[in-house]
């Protein structure tokens, strides 16, 4: 028997991808066997409710073609395989193995049996334009550049230490336990940042993104102490203020890092050190905060992020809490991202965040009235494996087009990509320091569908391992100015093309060398085509595998690149080829 269907494409599965609850999805199958065929049934689980199936019959419209209609009526994941049954057999039909979209395979047992994924929403996402249109920059804060005269440390904390130079490497000093004994300290705070705004416009950010800057004990903030106070390291709140105002008079927008899943150990709402004069909830039951936290054995054993016994993990359900943060007018956000309607609140979500699993529950981020996009850190580890020769084009490209159908087209077009983080080894690093596969890799992230964003540094040639190595000062006097110069170009070839997210997105591939995609709308159109591999590869027909896109798409591309040399690890843009 040969069956034949692929979710990619609107022959078998239309409309593609995500859509809206109550909208009528068609799928279609074709099957070819020597023994009639008796039925066909599509078979449709919500997701978590496995005993509850359905099983809608397709109808034939050819001999070798069936179909259905189905009309998700819940908001989230439904999961489906095709069952065929002759008078000597039963198949089944599913996705490959690991959840990826496209043409499936057949299985002799259900148990066997992957599922494909419908996301279903409640609602479609607009986002703001400023964001839509963006270019950012990540800046750990203490890393970035010291803005005092005379280079002093502000309100340095007990107990911690200051590098000697700003060249010195990232440094844990730990205990037998690998408990951090002393947090090191550059000294980079917002009076720097804003001392380096022209350099920033310069290099064509639109948008800066800081990690926590709330009073914490340590430097990378993500243990908060107070989250009503600016971290004394950093500055003051007028010095956070005038940063605000100097942005916006540069036309620059500010995204801020908040760390509302946990604490710090030694925050004022948990207190185990009594730092603050506050009870904290270690301190005595009868705390204000001690039911936002789960004691196993109180007061010594606590939930905790990962086990890393400094973060406490805080009751997010717990109604007091939720006050704090954002539930009352003297709440830390007020509600603010209600309140304004050019809002955007993105999520630190590692895996595909259609379909993530935490703690057992499946988090239903992107549904509608939540999340808007979240660090596209999947799109981060198919760039590093293609250029690292990790992943075959076509195993790049069914993974990209799998992202594509599980996401919210709003979420897929504006996610918030990256090629390296503060919690990621630095790019060049993780590119063997291939600088250029860095170029190839800057390419990728300014021509990729969704919100680009440089973390610091990274243009600059920054190399580093795991946190901390990843974390150092930036090297203002030795910064590599034709890599700057390279990254300058791409952020303002990026800005542009303000159109780009907006338009049509395709992918495709080259034979076993390359990975391409293309942009239209109205009559401009963007072809980005990268040979992957080392050694020049002359383009032919055959190569080029283009299955998704529209006849006359595909035969331009066909047209422009047939015959066309492209050199090893090279990536050509080519604009208007239609």
Same mark, same amino acid.
């Given at each position: 028997?040969?069956?034949?269907?692929?979710?990619?494409?609107?022959?078998?599965?239309?409309?593609?991808? !995500?859509?809206?609850?109550?909208?009528?999805?068609?799928?279609?199958?074709?099957?070819?066997?020597?023994?009639?065929?008796? #039925?066909?049934?599509?078979?449709?689980?919500?997701?978590?409710?496995?005993?509850?199936?359905?099983?809608?019959?397709?109808?034939?419209?050819?001999?070798?073609?069936?179909?259905?209609?189905?009309?998700?009526?819940?908001?989230?994941?439904?999961?489906?395989?095709?069952?065929?049954?002759?008078?000597?057999?039963?198949?089944?039909?599913?996705?490959?193995?690991?959840?990826?979209?496209?043409?499936?395979?057949?299985?002799?047992?259900?148990?066997?049996?992957?599922?494909?994924?419908?996301?279903?929403?409640?609602?479609?996402? +607009?986002?703001?334009?400023?964001?839509?249109?963006?270019?950012?920059?990540?800046?750990?804060?203490?890393?970035?550049?010291?803005?005092?005269?005379?280079?002093?440390?502000?309100?340095?904390?007990?107990?911690?230490?200051?590098? /000697?130079?700003?060249?010195? $490497?990232?440094?844990?000093?730990?205990?037998?336990?690998?408990?951090?004994?002393?947090?090191?300290?550059?000294? /980079?705070?917002?009076?720097?940042?804003?001392?380096?705004?022209?350099?920033?416009? #310069? @290099?064509?950010?639109?948008?800066?993104?800081?990690?926590?800057?709330?009073?914490?004990?340590?430097?990378?903030?993500?243990?908060?102490?107070?989250? @009503?106070?600016? &971290?004394?390291?950093?500055?003051?709140?007028?010095?956070?203020?005038? @940063? *605000?105002?100097?942005?916006?008079?540069?036309?620059?927008?500010?995204?801020?890092?908040?760390?509302?899943?946990?604490?710090?150990?030694?925050?004022?709402?948990?207190?185990? =050190?009594?730092?603050?004069?506050?009870?904290?909830?270690? #301190?005595?039951k009868d705390s204000p905060y001690y039911r936002w936290f789960t004691f196993i054995h109180y007061p010594q054993d606590y939930d905790s992020w990962w086990g890393i016994r400094d973060l406490p993990t805080v009751d997010k359900e717990d109604p007091t809490y939720r006050d704090f943060i954002f539930g009352k007018p003297d709440?830390?956000? $007020?509600?603010?991202?209600?309140?304004?309607?050019?809002?955007?609140?993105?999520?630190?979500?590692?895996?595909?965040?259609?379909?993530?699993? !935490?703690?057992?529950?499946?988090?239903?981020?992107?549904?509608?009235?939540?999340?808007?996009? *979240?660090?596209?850190?999947?799109?981060?580890?198919?760039?590093?494996?293609?250029?690292?020769?990790?992943?075959?084009?076509?195993?790049?490209? $069914?993974?990209?087009?799998?992202?594509?159908?599980?996401?919210? !087209?709003?979420?897929?077009?504006?996610?918030?990509?990256?090629?390296?983080?503060?919690?990621?080894?630095?790019?060049? +690093?993780?590119?063997?320091?291939?600088?250029?596969?860095?170029?190839?890799?800057?390419?990728?992230?300014?021509?990729?569908?969704?919100?680009?964003?440089?973390?610091?540094?990274?243009?600059?040639?920054?190399?580093?391992?795991?946190?901390?190595?990843?974390?150092?000062?930036?090297?203002?006097? &030795? =910064?590599?100015?034709?890599?700057? #110069?390279?990254?300058?170009?791409?952020?303002?070839?990026?800005?542009?093309?303000?159109?780009?997210?907006? !338009?049509?997105?395709?992918?495709?591939?080259?034979?076993?060398?390359?990975?391409?995609?293309?942009?239209?709308?109205? &009559?401009?159109?963007?072809?980005?085509?990268?040979?992957?591999?080392?050694?020049?590869?002359?383009?032919?027909?055959?190569?080029?595998?283009?299955?998704?896109?529209?006849?006359?798409?595909?035969?331009?591309?066909?047209?422009?690149?047939?015959?066309?040399?492209?050199?090893?690890?090279?990536?050509?843009?080519?604009?208007?080829?239609?």
């Amino acid at each position: 028997m040969q069956v034949t269907y692929n979710s990619f494409l609107p022959t078998y599965k239309t409309p593609f991808g !995500a859509v809206t609850q109550q909208t009528p999805v068609q799928f279609t199958i074709g099957i070819q066997s020597v023994t009639p065929v008796k #039925q066909v049934d599509l078979c449709v689980a919500h997701d978590g409710q496995w005993d509850d199936e359905a099983t809608l019959p397709l109808r034939p419209v050819s001999p070798t073609t069936y179909t259905t209609t189905f009309i998700p009526t819940q908001v989230g994941l439904y999961f489906y395989y095709f069952r065929i049954e002759t008078a000597t057999t039963t198949v089944f039909y599913g996705c490959v193995d690991g959840g990826y979209g496209g043409p499936g395979v057949q299985y002799v047992l259900r148990e066997h049996v992957q599922m494909y994924q419908l996301t279903i929403l409640k609602a479609i996402e +607009t986002l703001p334009q400023w964001y839509r249109e963006g270019v950012a920059y990540q800046i750990f804060v203490d890393r970035f550049n010291n803005g005092n005269a005379d280079g002093h440390v502000n309100a340095p904390k007990a107990n911690s230490f200051i590098y /000697g130079r700003l060249t010195d $490497r990232p440094l844990y000093v730990r205990d037998e336990h690998r408990a951090i004994l002393r947090w090191d300290f550059y000294g /980079g705070n917002l009076r720097g940042i804003r001392a380096k705004i022209p350099y920033l416009q #310069q @290099l064509g950010v639109t948008i800066v993104y800081l990690t926590p800057i709330f009073e914490a004990s340590s430097n990378h903030r993500y243990d908060t102490g107070d989250f @009503l106070k600016i &971290d004394p390291v950093l500055g003051t709140l007028a010095d956070f203020d005038d @940063l *605000v105002t100097a942005l916006h008079q540069a036309g620059m927008r500010l995204i801020l890092d908040g760390v509302f899943n946990h604490v710090g150990v030694d925050s004022k709402y948990f207190n185990q =050190a009594e730092k603050y004069p506050t009870v904290g909830a270690t #301190q005595s039951k009868d705390s204000p905060y001690y039911r936002w936290f789960t004691f196993i054995h109180y007061p010594q054993d606590y939930d905790s992020w990962w086990g890393i016994r400094d973060l406490p993990t805080v009751d997010k359900e717990d109604p007091t809490y939720r006050d704090f943060i954002f539930g009352k007018p003297d709440s830390v956000i $007020r509600r603010t991202l209600d309140r304004y309607p050019d809002k955007v609140l993105i999520g630190e979500v590692w895996e595909d965040a259609s379909h993530k699993l !935490a703690y057992g529950l499946r988090r239903h981020y992107l549904e509608g009235g939540g999340l808007h996009a *979240v660090m596209n850190y999947p799109l981060r580890r198919l760039i590093i494996h293609v250029l690292n020769g990790i992943l075959s084009p076509a195993e790049w490209w $069914r993974e990209l087009m799998t992202l594509k159908e599980n996401y919210p !087209a709003s979420t897929f077009q504006y996610n918030f990509n990256n090629i390296g983080t503060h919690d990621t080894p630095r790019i060049l +690093t993780m590119l063997e320091e291939n600088q250029q596969r860095l170029r190839l890799a800057v390419q990728l992230l300014l021509t990729l569908p969704g919100v680009p964003c440089l973390y610091y540094g990274d243009e600059a040639l920054m190399l580093g391992g795991k946190d901390p190595d990843n974390r150092a000062f930036y090297p203002w006097a &030795d =910064a590599d100015q034709a890599q700057v #110069q390279f990254v300058t170009e791409w952020l303002h070839w990026r800005r542009q093309h303000p159109w780009l997210n907006a !338009a049509h997105f395709a992918p495709f591939y080259l034979a076993d060398y390359g990975i391409g995609y293309s942009y239209w709308q109205g &009559d401009q159109t963007v072809l980005v085509v990268i040979n992957v591999t080392t050694e020049p590869r002359t383009v032919t027909s055959h190569d080029l595998k283009l299955s998704g896109l529209p006849l006359d798409l595909a035969r331009a591309i066909q047209h422009c690149l047939v015959t066309r040399t492209i050199g090893g690890e090279q990536c050509r843009v080519i604009e208007n080829f239609t």
